[in-house]
Structures are given as structure tokens and as C-alpha cells.
């Protein structure tokens, strides 16, 4: 029998939270709150807020079907429609989900959006995504701010003055008109100052990992931390008491040396792994348990950076507001090209001693699997580390095979095993240096 997992503060802290964020929204309509309907890479919460609106995530909606084994039919209803099989199973999990009422994880519906905020990095089906909204939300305005890709490798001055004419021009004046409020520089700013705070304590959060043995799971577990900023608490009050809550308890498990908890109590770790890619939300604890039956610990990931990199320095900037909130949607991880990717996945098989690098390729997701091979090859042949390969799938549950999955993470861990074994026999025999 499974060891019951005791809540500590934050977990309780991250429930009350989210409960009342879905019990606002279910309420949008008789307190007069206006609803934005926009995407977590990117996202422009800060605004939102400073409007006093209330966001609401598709992508998210999605993964928590996912979790909760309604997504698949949501799909198969989404394929009735029309959609094909090879589109994103997020798209096709949320235009089925509102198929069937919009019903949100806490059991009410979700309200309609007074206005769709289109903001578009790296992944273009979040364009063809909102083409559908618009068609079942007619007369709801579209506000689209395109961000330029990180094609050279860095942003320019002129990339965000491109970014910034667009809020000026497009995405305020639309959000004025939705909310019946005025833009209020001041208010944003106070609100990107606990941005930034929440920004800092991720990046601590995140950086315990380099402890042995590590105190959390940087991408099961790490999915979780993430949420509070990704479904829109960014630049709360609630947010920072969150993260201050979370990284406290965190210190103390550094403290006393534990280990990662798991559904099933504490593992002891054995590996220590990078992760490529989403996770599967469909059977994410039979997921899971294929890691820490085998004492495999991830210690960093890409995709709990989906919602924001803030790794190499970038916090919101509340002395340049809207240059800040352009800077900071060019700078999500989708929207980096693939030597960026690369070297982003190199610096954390570094920084944070690991085994290996493994990539979970999802079968729907272009923005994240596209040119994953080119960069299993590049960091396998330049660090000669072991590098694995698994497939699944968002929240599709046809496209998730376990006993595939345990194949190849068995044979992949038996890979590391033998690493170690031979690294140890090398340590060993290697004379000891003396001077002359």
C-alpha cells in the first residue's frame, strides 16, 4: 500500500489558490469580472491583472482533463468535428471540453471569453488554435501580439520596439475596451515587482537540485511548482507567499539530506537525469513510477521552463514595464532556436551533475519535438553522456504505450548502470598522482 503523502503548507497554500481562482471564474459573469482566454508560453498575466481581469488557459484546461482520464473522449468528440488526428491533442482535448459544456477540474463551467489574447511563441497552433475559439466565441475580440523568434540568438532593440507598438497599439486599447478601465502604468509596475520576486525564488527552487541527493524532482514534482505561475499567479502577493512557503520547506529537506517525495514516499536516488520535452498527463503516475522504481531523480527540465526561462538572468523589470513583458514572451523556451535549445540542455547536464540526458518526444507537439534528434545527437557527441529516446503523447491516452515506454527506460537504465560500474573501475585503478 501506497505511504500517505502528509500536505505540507505550500501544497495546501497552491490548492486554496487555484480553488479560488476557478470559483471566480465560475462566478465571472455575476460579479462582472471580464475572462481573457490566452496561452501559458508567453502569457501576459501581469496585464491581465492590471486590468483587473481574470485569465483563463486552454492548454491547461487540457492537461488537467488529461489527469483527470476525461481527455480522451474530449478528443474522439474533437475528431467527430472534424479536427484531424495529427493535430495537437491539447486543441483537440479544450475544443472538445467546451464541445461538452466548458465543465472546468472543479465541476462548474468555465465562462465564455470576453476577449481571446493570442500570444504566439514558437508554437504556430496556437494561431490555428484561436482561428477555432473565434469560430465557436463569434463576436469575441481577438487581440494577437506576434513575437518575433529568436532566430539570431538574442533580442534585439528593434525586435522589442516591434513587441512593444503592439501593446501600445493593439492589445491595451483592446483590453481598455473589454474591461472599461484605463491603462495604469503604476499599478503594472507594482505588480511586476512581485513578478520578479516569484521569479527569484523559482530559479532557488529549481537550483536545490544541485544538492545530493536532490530534494525534489525537477519535472514531476516540478510540474506542480510551476503551476501557480503558469495558470496566471505571476505577480501576486499570493504568489510570492507561495514560493517563499515552498522554498523554506524545500531548505529544510536539503537540511536533513532527504530525497525526492514520490506518490509512494521518498526515493532514494540513483540517477541523476535532464528531461527533454512534456510530460505524459494521461498516466502520469504509472509515468512517474517507471523514474523512481529505478531511483531515477530528474534534476532539471525543459519544459517546467515552457511558461518562462529565467535561468540566465531575466526577471520583469518594473522600470520598463511593457519593454519588460515583451522581452520576457520572446525569451520562453519554445521560442529559442535550436542551438539555444542545446546549449540551455548542455549547461543543465553540467550545472546540475547529471547521468544523462533523456528526451520524451510527444507525438503532437511540434513546438517541442521538432529538431529534438539533432539535439540528442549534438550533446550525446560533444559531453558523452548516455542519451535516451521515449515517445507518448500530452493528453492522448491511445498514443501512450507503457510497456514501450518500461522497455526502453529498463534497457536505458541498464546503460547507466553499466556506466557506472565502468567509471567506478576506472576511478579505482587509476594510480594515485605524486609529486616529484
Not at 465560475?26 to 491583472?49: C, Q
Not at 530559479?203 to 511548482?225: E, H, L, M, Q
Not at 540517477?271 to 498527463?281: A, M, S
Request: charge should be negative.
Amino acid at each position: 500500500m501506497a505511504a500517505e503523502v502528509i500536505k505540507e503548507k505550500s501544497m495546501i497554500l497552491q490548492k486554496e489558490m487555484i480553488a479560488k481562482l476557478f470559483d471566480d471564474l465560475s462566478s465571472a459573469k455575476d460579479t462582472g469580472k471580464k475572462v481573457v482566454y490566452t496561452f501559458v508560453p508567453g502569457n501576459l498575466s501581469e496585464l491581465i491583472h492590471a486590468f483587473d481581469m481574470l485569465p483563463v488557459y486552454p492548454e491547461i484546461n487540457a492537461l488537467q482533463s488529461g489527469m483527470r482520464k476525461q481527455s480522451g473522449s474530449y478528443i474522439r468528440d474533437a475528431e467527430k468535428f472534424g479536427f484531424s488526428e495529427d493535430v495537437c491533442t491539447y486543441v483537440k482535448c479544450d475544443i472538445g471540453m467546451m464541445l461538452n459544456g466548458n465543465i472546468g477540474p472543479t465541476g462548474k463551467k468555465l465562462p465564455d471569453p470576453d476577449l481571446l489574447l493570442l500570444s504566439y511563441t514558437g508554437c504556430f497552433t496556437f494561431m490555428k488554435w484561436f482561428e477555432n475559439l473565434e469560430q465557436l466565441y463569434p463576436g469575441v475580440p481577438v487581440a494577437m501580439i506576434h513575437t518575433p523568434y529568436q532566430e539570431g540568438g538574442k533580442i534585439t532593440p528593434e525586435m522589442t520596439e516591434y513587441m512593444v507598438k503592439q501593446l501600445r497599439e493593439d492589445v491595451i486599447p483592446k483590453m481598455e475596451k473589454v474591461s472599461g478601465k484605463k491603462y495604469d502604468e503604476t499599478k503594472l509596475k507594482h505588480i511586476l515587482e512581485d513578478a520578479a520576486k516569484t521569479e527569484d525564488l523559482i530559479v532557488k527552487i529549481f537550483d536545490t537540485t544541485k544538492n545530493s541527493p536532490s530534494p525534489i524532482d525537477a519535472y514531476f514534482a516540478g510540474v506542480y511548482y510551476i503551476g501557480p505561475i503558469n495558470i496566471g499567479f505571476r505577480g501576486t502577493p499570493e504568489s510570492v507567499e507561495y514560493y517563499t512557503e515552498l522554498y523554506r520547506e524545500i531548505l529544510e529537506r536539503v537540511r536533513l539530506g532527504l530525497g525526492p517525495v514520490t506518490p509512494e514516499g521518498e526515493v532514494t536516488e540513483r540517477y541523476r537525469l535532464v528531461v527533454e520535452g512534456p510530460p505524459n498527463w494521461t498516466s502520469f503516475r504509472e509515468f512517474w513510477k517507471l523514474f523512481y522504481d529505478h531511483g531515477a531523480v530528474i534534476v532539471a527540465s525543459s519544459y517546467t521552463k515552457v511558461g518562462g526561462l529565467y535561468d540566465d538572468g531575466f526577471r520583469h523589470d518594473s522600470t520598463r514595464p511593457l519593454e519588460s513583458l515583451s522581452e520576457y514572451c520572446m525569451n520562453c523556451y519554445t521560442n529559442l532556436n535550436l542551438p539555444q535549445r542545446i546549449s540551455h540542455l548542455k549547461k543543465c547536464v553540467t550545472d546540475y551533475r547529471a547521468d544523462g540526458l533523456l528526451v520524451n518526444s510527444i507525438k503532437s507537439c511540434n513546438s517541442f519535438s521538432a529538431g529534438q534528434l539533432l539535439m540528442m545527437r549534438a550533446i550525446e557527441e560533444d559531453m558523452e553522456i548516455p542519451v535516451g529516446f521515449i515517445e507518448s503523447d500530452l493528453v492522448d491516452p491511445r498514443y501512450f504505450s507503457y510497456s514501450n515506454i518500461k522497455n526502453r527506460l529498463d534497457s536505458y537504465f541498464q546503460m547507466l548502470e553499466q556506466r557506472k560500474i565502468i567509471t567506478k573501475e576506472i576511478k579505482q585503478n587509476i594510480p594515485a598522482q605524486t609529486g616529484i
